[in-house]
């Protein structure tokens, strides 16, 4: 499986970008999933009423986020209230209700969205990528699994703790196995491989691939120059940098500040891309450059 996640200003064309990667893949044969994780979808609408033209290698998703943050609320309700009955009179559904608004929510969901496409698109594609939100938010995605990791590594130690004091640790033995049966532990135990794995794979130059788009303009490649500062942070880096909307009569700037290694310069389309005929011609120009 290959990864792509293609983050930059808003405005810069992300969205263009993904969707023309993801043709260019296609068309060597790869099956390719295109998810957007952006609230405000726009890839069908660039694609335009003309779908069936399409790769037949190509999916293309549109998921509501709102839908994987309800659905992990319901389940914390339901886990809360199967091993702690007697927080039920304290009015959980309205606590949760209140929940929805609570800060770091957004960016759950979608590590929640981006959770289900990798476990059931990994049998069916060949190429996840990911058209991600604005920079904020996305940033706040690509740090979740790490903050994570630190609270769940000191959740589990209170747990284990607080099941030793009380002497309650359930454990059934069938021959030489033990089965741990303390629910709250075994979900700490499940998240932490989950992070771990995603961590590891977010910080995988062979697997993963950071693609930042940006434009020639001063305010957009500085921007870009924070997210790169941050992922680094983190210890990610920058897989592929794309100038989109670049045009041979311009200014010097300086991008080699952003990315030192090869730059992808896709040219100003000279007319609007909306609709695949369209995206497809302009992808007979610039095909090098977007594998």
Known sequence: MEYYFVLGKGGVGKSTISILKAIALSQQGKKVSLISL???HNLFDILGPNKGSLPRTLK???PDIE?????????????LQKNYRYLTALNLEHHFKILKQAPGLEE???LLAFRHFWENRARKSEVLIFDMPPTAIALKFFSL?????????QLLKIRTEILQKKEIISKIKFGKAEIETDAIKKNL????????????????KHQCKIVLVANPDSVSLAESNRIKQRLFDLGIEIGEFYLNKYQKKMPGLNVSRVFKGN????PQAAGGLVGVEALSLFLNECSAELI
């Open 145 to 153: 699994p790490f903050v994570s990791l630190v609270w769940i590594e």
């Open 60 to 62: 293309i998703f549109e």
């Open 263 to 266: 730059v992808r310069k896709i």
């Open 189 to 204: 135990e499940q998240q932490l491989i989950f992070y771990q794995t995603m961590a590891q794979l977010l910080k995988s």
């Open 38 to 40: 952006d609230h405000a």
């Open 108 to 110: 759950y969901g979608l």
């Open 67 to 79: 839908k994987f943050i309800k659905h992990y609320l319901q389940s914390s309700e339901q886990l």
